[in-house]
């Protein structure tokens, strides 16, 4: 380089990096999917974080073996297909034997048969279709409501929040399992008014944590940048904002599982869940009342651990979700 060429360089300055073949080749950024690895790197860091906790894994084991159960408890057909044929369930559940009536847990009836001689094992795994579909279907369609009305109303605040919020202040300030035992003397017994009574008190709940969540995230500066480059509300609300808010939502959900599971054995206890008969576990609990008194206690006692078993290992898996998403493990880990 000659002298020339040297002083005529000299003072300027040479910025890189903006070259867009460079910046496509960087890591932490995906321009196909228009967003950043990094919560994806997150979430994929607090799947370790779960697959370590052993109490979690033994809870969502225990929940899958139920499920597992419930789902080849007996024939599933459709309009006259079979979709399942297998059935794990010894005996029918709804079928009488008055011949077997109140015996003991035997070889033959591994949890006894009740008043009508029913096989109480084959109830109960029969029955946690009916549990654990409304607990996981309920805590879906909840969320379904609670997470887009609380997140416009964190998001847009003013008039319509004030309505939302409005509205969850009413709904908060009746019991749970009052205004649940209110919806369904209005609705009517049966599987899906059920759920649609549990969903219309439990979605309040969801929709104040995103709201709280929400109110707090949407002040960040990738939000404000995502509006100056002009997405829609719609974009920066449900791909931005929502998927850093949403966190502390699952772990309740999560937890809410459970609670769904004990309100419907409770509503069925009291007469008010699935019609007279149905094997679903609360509903055995109620109907297995007198046979307690009278000393019988396995009429009861083995419908009320299977609500145990699933409560207690929705509780561990929700506690492990929550240890694992916590963002002090990240910082821990980064530490490390």
Not at 67 to 82: D, K, L, W, Y
Not at 257 to 281: D, K, Q, R
């Amino acid at each position: 380089m000659t002298e020339r060429d040297s002083t005529t360089q000299r003072g300027r300055i040479r910025v890189t990096g903006f070259d867009a073949s460079v910046i496509e080749e960087r890591e932490g950024f995906d321009w196909e999917a228009g967003e950043s690895n990094v919560a994806r790197g997150r979430w994929e860091r607090a799947w370790k974080r779960f697959k370590t906790n052993r109490t979690a894994l033994i809870g969502l084991a225990i929940i899958a073996v139920m499920a597992f159960f419930a789902m080849f408890a007996r024939p599933i057909t459709v309009a006259g297909i079979p979709i399942q044929p297998i059935s794990l369930a010894p005996y029918d559940p709804g079928a009488s034997n008055f011949g077997a009536v109140l015996e003991s847990p035997s070889l033959a009836h591994p949890f006894g048969t009740d008043w009508a001689g029913k096989d109480i094992f084959s109830r109960i795994v029969y029955g946690g279709r009916f549990s654990l579909s409304i607990g996981f279907i309920a805590v879906s369609l909840a969320l379904s409501v609670g997470v887009p009305l609380g997140s416009i109303a964190g998001y847009y605040g003013g008039i319509i929040d004030e309505i939302i919020m409005r509205i969850v202040d009413i709904l908060y300030s009746f019991p749970f399992l009052v205004l649940a035992i209110a919806l369904i003397a209005v609705l009517g017994q049966g599987f899906w008014k059920l759920i649609l009574a549990l969903v219309l008190v439990v979605w309040i709940g969801y929709a104040r944590i995103i709201r709280g969540e929400i109110l707090s995230v949407k002040e960040n500066e990738y939000v404000l940048a995502a509006r100056a480059l002009g997405a829609r509300d719609r974009s920066i609300i449900f791909r931005h904002i929502v998927p850093n808010a949403i966190a502390p939502v699952i772990v309740q959900a999560t937890l809410g599982v459970g609670t769904i599971v004990l309100s419907a054995a409770a509503l069925g206890f009291l007469g008010l869940g699935l019609e007279p008969g149905t094997s679903e576990w609360g509903s055995m609990l109620s109907q297995g009342r007198d046979s307690l008194i009278q000393g019988n206690w396995w009429v009861t006692v083995f419908p009320g651990l299977a609500i145990f078993l699933f409560v207690l290992s929705i509780n561990l898996v929700g506690d492990g979700i929550r240890d694992a998403i916590d963002p002090q493990g990240d910082l821990g880990e980064g530490r490390r």
